[in-house]
């Protein structure tokens, strides 16, 4: 037997819109308006198009109050990045935002610089705010203060780009041994010997990652590993070119640089442009990321390239899960292939 939406007067067009009023014009009871609007699976499509179509209409708009009441859920998600300056944040970003607008939740976003007593503070403060769940970018995982903060409050989280190697946190990341090992590669049938690391900053497990592959892929080609040839970065221009100095400095001094991104690798560029270097004739430059800028000209970096938005959405979803399920399931960890793009930055050693 088909229930009745309540009865209501009719709408006149002034006052507020009640949820009374889109069942009663769409022609089913308001249970239904609530779950079509709240995105739940339970309603035909049909009849959430009908719904969502009829609520426009009026001018129907959810009350967040009621709802965040009566689910005891604040529909916010709390993002931390590590640097929102970087051109590679945004399209993480985006996939983050992409599942929270299917799940209809808000994102409260916070910028940290790389700094523990930053990132603490922020997550203090969207723990406070209640927020649904915590999506973490490349920030800090091992420390005990975070993982007080990330343990004590049952809060669901997903880290994205840097994991804790001691706990079995939701991860999303890149087949780091896959990129970095196409890239060593490319460089070593160019006719590349030395080949130097301009490395991620300390206490970053992907920055871990690329530098074993590093030395791996080396190992394989059997080259020699040379400590020198490994320069610390920190993954902005500045630092990509500080380490770029270093490295002309040696004697042989490298012919090829993997640089730790593409704002690294930018930072290198600037260096050997002071040095009188020409890229590719007498240095190959590869970067990480494949940012929009990295194929234009003159820059035509030869980059390694990671699905970001499709890493950004993947954490947010495994973080929702969570929260529609209303428990702690076993952590999981999903990795994404990494693909190498061939610019103009990397060519074959020129003999003297």
Do not use: W
């Amino acid at each position: 037997m088909t229930r009745k939406p309540p009865q209501s007067k009719a709408h006149t067009g002034s006052g507020k819109v009640s949820i009374f009023d889109v069942a009663r014009e769409a022609g089913v009871a308001v249970s239904t308006v609530s779950n079509a609007l709240s995105g739940k699976t339970i309603v035909k499509e049909s009849t959430r198009q009908r719904v969502q179509a009829t609520a426009d209409r009026l001018g129907y708009r959810v009350s967040v109050v009621a709802r965040s009441l009566r689910m005891q859920r604040t529909f916010t998600l709390g993002v931390l990045l590590a640097d929102i300056a970087n051109p590679s944040s945004p399209d993480f970003l985006r996939g983050i935002e992409d599942v929270a607008d299917r799940e209809q939740c808000s994102l409260l976003v916070c910028n940290t610089d790389g700094q523990l007593d930053k990132q603490l503070a922020q997550m203090r403060v969207l723990l406070d705010r209640r927020v649904d769940g915590l999506v973490l970018l490349s920030q800090y995982c091992e420390q005990p203060e975070v993982r007080a903060l990330l343990e004590n409050g049952n809060t669901p989280y997903a880290m994205i780009q840097r994991r804790s190697l001691k706990h079995n946190d939701n991860y999303v990341g890149a087949n780091n041994e896959e990129g970095i090992g196409a890239a060593v590669k490319h460089l070593v049938g160019l006719g590349h010997q030395h080949i130097a690391l301009i490395r991620g900053p300390r206490d970053s497990s992907t920055a871990d990652e690329r530098y074993e592959a590093y030395m791996t892929t080396l190992r394989a080609c059997q080259l020699p590993l040379n400590p020198e040839y490994v320069a610390q970065g920190d993954y902005h221009v500045s630092g990509g070119y500080s380490a770029a100095k270093q490295l002309f400095a040696l004697e042989p001094r490298p012919t090829a640089i993997l640089a730790a991104n593409d704002m690294s690798a930018i930072g290198v560029m600037n260096a050997a442009h002071e040095q009188g270097l020409r890229i590719p004739q007498d240095l190959s430059l590869i970067g990480l990321d494949d940012i929009e800028m990295a194929s234009f000209s003159p820059i035509n970096l030869t980059t390694i390239a990671l699905p970001r938005r499709e890493m950004g959405a993947a954490a947010t979803s495994l973080v929702m899960k969570i929260i529609r399920q209303k428990s702690l399931p076993k952590p999981k960890q999903k990795i994404f292939p990494m693909k190498l793009i061939i610019r103009g930055s990397t060519g074959r050693v020129i003999k003297a």
